[in-house]
């Protein structure tokens, strides 16, 4: 088959696998959207799932039909220990721009764009010399006494509001997207739920959309006793075999090529369903198909590769990040659960290790904030990466 082709590839499909079988998903956004906008209280959306089940690309995707609708839209990936007053900025600045096309009143939209400016410079120091201040880039003056406080619950929910009601002139709404929400810190997570819960109050225009590793809803819970009511909650998981295959035909098929029956089952009991995986595997196929149709011979002969490619960007990458310690913390979760995608006990671990369950929450605190473990249940870790316990058994091979 042509490389050249290959609908696998990244950014070479229309409709990349990792929306198959999210047309539930896809279509509740559209109602969240239209109730928004009539100005019907909805609560905003938290997606939750492991990695490789196509959360980002779903969040993307949510973004693009909010954009479509004419909403102001802006995204954000969150990352551990960095303050959210920039990026969430940015996304903001990029959601005012989107709206100012259709409003009519430029001093309005300065106002906001005042508010915003005023939001963004409160993340530099209040010690820091002029030459390293940072400047968010907004070319108008800040405002002063609206979202200028240092607080960052009372800035938030100040801006959010400014920005809301600018939607709400020209009749549309505001979506501020949000990847790896797990790693936004505490005191900041805590003032996104106020915020929300301010704009649930007053039916303002505007939503977040958060995604993240599943201990997420824990962690708004912990943040906000109230989050419970601000979010509704929806599991990205691994596809269905109907689902599976569908990601899998729709592309072969649009560059009229075929694959036969076996194959499916062999791309579908080597991905598990995942997404991320029936890319990696249906890409190499692809390739190393010499005729049309792609055989199950075809999938046996690219699987090392396919595997190879994971070992280094999908698994080897994230392996990489551990120290030592996590490492062998990491390797025992492994043994444990026998390299299948099970939570194993953390008492468990302590036993295999020979080592006191106290002395290992430094790694086990560690390997969660870097994302590669999650606590399942009181007591229960789990890999972040599914099969990544499979892999780290083969290294031991």
Not at 163 to 168: D, K, P, R, T
Not at 297 to 303: K, L
Request: proline residues 7%; glycine residues 8%.
């Amino acid at each position: 088959m042509d490389p050249v082709r290959n609908p696998f590839a990244p950014g070479a499909g229309q409709r990349p696998p990792e929306l198959a079988g999210r047309e539930k998903e896809l279509a509740a956004f559209e109602v969240v959207l239209e109730r928004i906008a009539r100005g019907r209280p909805e609560r905003s959306l938290v997606l939750t799932g492991l990695r490789g089940v196509g959360k980002t690309v779903l969040l993307g995707e949510l973004r693009s039909m909010a954009v479509r609708r004419g909403w102001g839209a802006g995204k954000i990936e969150a990352r551990p220990d960095a303050d959210l007053r920039r990026p969430l900025s940015a996304a903001l600045h990029r959601a005012v721009r989107d709206l100012a096309v259709r409003h009519r009143a430029p001093e309005r939209v300065e106002s906001v764009l005042g508010t915003l400016k005023a939001f963004a410079l409160k993340s530099n120091p209040e010690n820091a010399k002029l030459r390293d201040r940072w400047q968010p880039g907004i070319d108008v003056p800040a405002t002063t006494g609206r979202a200028d406080s240092g607080d960052i619950e009372i800035d938030l929910v100040e801006l959010f509001t400014d920005v809301a009601e600018l939607a709400q002139d020209v009749g549309t709404g505001v979506a501020v997207l949000i990847d790896e929400m797990q790693d936004i810190g505490a005191d900041d997570i805590s003032a996104l739920c106020a915020a929300c819960h301010e704009l649930s109050q007053s039916g303002a225009p505007l939503v977040v959309v958060g995604a993240g590793l599943p201990h997420l809803p824990a962690l708004l819970s912990a943040s906000k006793s109230y989050s419970e009511r601000l979010f509704r909650y929806v599991r990205i998981d691994r596809l269905d075999r109907e689902d599976a295959d569908q990601a899998v035909l729709v592309p072969v098929d649009r560059e009229q090529a075929a694959i036969t029956p076996a194959a499916l089952d062999a791309l579908f009991d080597r991905s598990g369903g995942y997404p991320y995986f029936i890319q990696a595997f249906a890409k190499a196929a692809w390739d190393a198909a010499p005729t049309d149709p792609i055989t199950v011979e075809d999938v046996a002969m690219a699987a090392p590769e396919a595997e190879e490619e994971l070992a280094v960007g999908f698994f080897g990458s994230r392996y990489e990040r551990a120290t030592p310690a996590e490492r062998e913390y990491l390797r025992a979760m492994a043994e444990l659960t026998e390299g299948k995608d099970d939570p194993a006990g953390t008492s468990d671990v302590a036993v295999f290790l020979g080592r006191k369950p106290s002395s290992l929450s430094p790694a086990r605190d560690s390997l969660i904030k870097k994302g590669l473990v999650y606590s399942a249940e009181r007591g229960r870790i789990a890999f972040t990466v599914p099969h990544f316990g499979r892999y780290l058994r083969g290294m031991e091979e």
